[in-house]
């Protein structure tokens, strides 16, 4: 190996290194696929309570129903964000990786400020009564944030923002559809990823 050859070696080793602390890879497949049926049970749940009326929700249950639709989602959210945060650490204690670094605060950032600012906006519009906004928002922001996050965590990410992308678009175009979209982009997506992470943990790990 010459001098040249050498030195773009060298390059090409540092500009690997420089690229793996900005990107956060200890992302667990099992969390995926944990969150993913989480959601299902959730939408399973929501889906019995607004079909317990045959034609539409009476004015005096409504409050009762927005109230118990609310509770199923925060307790998802709640079981989904413990979930990953514990098996996310368990995996990068596994891999021997700091939990806290580059990759995970600029992933944590990107991810968070689209998705904070869907929250807001879908909270504001449902208080005001906007209730079908509430699933098309939901899948869209998420999109939105998986492909701003992309960059600094898997590749496969950025193929799942666009699907919820355009599962939230549908939402908004079939409203009566809504909350079955809801349970493809948060409950079935999310276990088909986390079973690909796996089989590509796998494969790597056998190579």
């Known amino acids: 190996m010459n001098e040249s050859e050498k030195l773009l070696s060298e390059l090409k080793d540092i500009r690997n290194i420089m690229e793996r602390s900005s990107r956060f890879l200890s992302l667990s497949g099992l969390s995926g696929i944990l969150v993913g049926i989480y959601a299902l049970v959730g939408a399973f749940f929501a889906n019995r309570i607004v079909h317990q009326f045959p034609y539409a929700i009476p004015e005096e249950h409504l409050n009762e129903v927005l109230t118990s639709i609310f509770v199923i989602g925060i307790t998802v959210l709640i079981l989904s964000l413990f979930t990953i945060y514990v098996l996310t650490v368990k995996q990068a204690k596994k891999e021997q990786k700091p939990i806290w670094g580059p990759g ?53 990410i950025l193929s799942l923002g666009l699907v919820e992308i355009v599962l939230g678009l549908l939402a908004a175009t079939f409203p009566g559809y809504g909350l079955y979209l809801w349970a493809i982009g948060f409950g079935i997506l999310h276990i088909i990823y986390g079973f690909m992470f796996l089989n590509r943990k796998s494969k790597n790990s056998e190579a």
């Open 104 to 156: 995970s605060k600029l992933l944590l950032i990107n991810l968070l400020i689209p998705l904070a600012t869907g929250g807001i906006l879908t909270t504001i519009l449902a208080l005001r009564g906007y209730y079908g906004v509430v699933s098309p928002c939901f899948l869209i922001f998420y999109g939105l944030a998986l492909v701003n996050a992309a960059k600094y965590t898997r590749p496969e």
